[in-house]
């Protein structure tokens, strides 16, 4: 079983649509977690970190639900350019690394 | 501030030739990685250095792989002989030493090995 599992999708949406993507990861160690970006040939960049309580970046809302092992990214009022890939990433199972541990992406196509 | 920068952005080689990766972190960052993605799998961790020691090297696939970070500063990987599946883009990602798992990454090298 994977650590990460993800959604590969794709998820084509319209603009202005709000679409949710869902990730479940098998660790229960986990510490950190986070959702990161990538676009079609570039890095990974940090799109935000979540926390049990939920937290909120403009449009983007992020939740983690450590019972269920189970983390979700919302996106409302949808973009041209928040097409990409979602990358759900677990960090910091303890120990001396910050190793990050990859799902394998959700791809998002928001349509105009 | 400048970002993490590597080289080559690509490298074409063929099977039992050698090739070396360079990452430069971000400037001040004691924390260096480097990861890798093969063709439709997952990104993956091969290994942390801090400074110049190797904190965790777990992800390393085989001997075939050598990492170095002389100085605690850019790190190379070296990869011989290459064999065909080596291909995929190696990442390279630097954080600070305040325990943040922020981690930045680089633009990648795409090797392919034929």
């Known amino acids: 079983r994977k650590e990460v599992e993800q959604d590969p999708g794709p998820f084509n949406v319209p603009e202005g649509a709000t679409v949710a993507f869902n990730c479940t990861y098998s660790n229960s160690a986990s510490q950190s977690f986070f959702w990161y970006r990538q676009d079609c040939r570039k890095e990974p960049k940090l799109l935000m970190s979540v926390y049990s309580s939920g937290n909120e970046d403009g449009r983007f809302t992020a939740q983690l639900n450590r019972a269920s092992q189970y983390i979700s990214l919302l996106i409302r009022d949808s973009k041209l350019s928040d097409s990409a890939t979602y990358l759900c990433?677990?960090?910091?199972?303890?120990?001396?690394?910050?190793?990050?541990?990859f799902g394998t992406g959700t791809l998002l196509a928001v349509q105009p | 501030e400048a970002g993490v920068t590597q080289f080559p952005s690509h490298s074409v080689i063929e099977k039992g030739q050698t090739v070396t990766l360079r990452c430069d972190p971000i400037s001040g960052h004691d924390n260096l990685y480097w990861y890798r993605r093969v063709m439709g799998k997952e990104i993956k961790f091969l290994l942390h250095?801090?400074?110049?020691?190797?904190?965790?090297e777990s992800g390393m696939p085989n001997n075939r792989f050598l990492a170095e970070r002389t100085g605690g500063t850019y790190s190379t990987l070296k990869v011989q002989p290459a064999e065909l599946e080596d291909s995929g883009v190696y990442f390279c990602?630097?954080?600070?030493?305040?325990?943040?798992?922020?981690?930045?990454f680089g633009p990648g090298t795409r090797l392919t090995v034929t």
């Open positions: 990602a630097s954080s600070p030493r305040d325990g943040s798992y922020e981690q930045y």
């Open positions: 990433v677990l960090g910091g199972y303890g120990g001396a690394t910050n190793k990050l541990i």
């Open positions: 250095f801090v400074k110049e020691s190797k904190q965790d």
